[in-house]
């Protein structure tokens, strides 16, 4: 079995703990992470998240700890992300369906998507979307991102996400069928108490969503549907569910957790936990 992970990241900002946590325990287990955007840009992990000052408003204390500051901005430090790929230029996109001759290039995007889906799955043991707010721009509704994600799904091979990160399985969906790959399963990410009223911000960009643009809870809680379950966890300090092959972590203090579930789910077959 390959030993890389391919890690997914957005280009407005990740939280710095919910990439380097995993990070750190898959390469002490031998595994080596690489790295992709989605337009090729650089990541950079949100200022809050290596500040040990900052204040989270709806948990009213800093999350930020010194461990986490520090073994963040030591990675930044590694330029380590200065080595990604591309994802515009090595996953299709699918054409308009005003585009003249679209059935024709309908079907050359299906076939050019499963040679990219069978290259990626072929190089790497497993999946890994990284959380933040940055996600919720370029990751989330990206159709690239999903026809990665289905790659590994239809394989059956691991796909792990944290936070903001897990809202893109929601919408990872076979285009005909287009029925969520999280029906049925178990799966945790941002509860409601853990939302923002306002200020929820990115990098390179002004802009101010005020409140995340969707209630993540919500969302999960309805794709999952009536044979799954969401697991808010609110209360507990950690929330890590593995309902095999989706390994998912409710926000930035599961992150060592999430990354020793993720260790489990490849190296000793876990398919549980949590639930």
Not at 37 to 61: I, Q, R, W
Not at 66 to 91: C, D, G, H, P, Y
Request: charged share 25%.
């Amino acid at each position: 079995m390959s030993k890389k992970v391919l890690a997914i990241l957005s280009e407005f900002g990740y939280w710095g703990i919910e990439l380097v946590g995993p990070l750190e325990k898959l390469e002490e287990a031998g595994y080596t992470v690489e790295f992709m955007t989605p337009k090729g840009k650089k990541a950079e992990a949100l200022p809050p998240s290596y500040d040990t000052t900052y204040v989270d408003p709806p948990l009213g204390m800093c999350v930020t700890t010194s461990e986490a500051a520090e073994k963040v901005k030591a990675f930044e430090a590694t330029n380590r992300l200065e080595q990604r790929r591309n994802m515009s230029e090595e996953i299709p996109e699918r054409p308009y369906f005003s585009t003249p001759d679209f059935l024709r290039k309908f079907e050359q995007y299906f076939s050019d998507v499963k040679v990219a889906q069978d290259k990626l799955t072929e190089e790497y043991a497993a999946l890994l979307l990284v959380g933040g707010s940055g996600p919720i721009i370029d990751m989330v509704n990206n159709q690239r991102v999903h026809d990665i994600i289905l790659a590994f799904y239809k394989k059956n091979m691991p796909i792990g996400a944290i936070c903001y990160g897990v809202a893109p399985l929601i919408f990872a969906r076979d285009f005909n069928e287009r029925k969520s790959i999280i029906r049925g399963k178990h799966v945790t990410g941002h509860c409601i108490e853990y939302d923002y009223h306002d200020n929820t911000g990115f990098l390179h960009t002004d802009l101010n969503m005020g409140p995340p643009p969707y209630t993540l809870e919500y969302m999960l809680s309805d794709a999952v549907g009536p044979e799954g379950q969401y697991h808010g966890n609110f209360g507990k300090q950690t929330s890590v569910i593995v309902d095999y092959p989706f390994i998912t972590a409710r926000s930035l203090q599961c992150a060592f957790e999430f990354g020793e579930q993720f260790v489990n789910v490849l190296d000793n077959g876990l398919k549980r936990y949590g639930w």
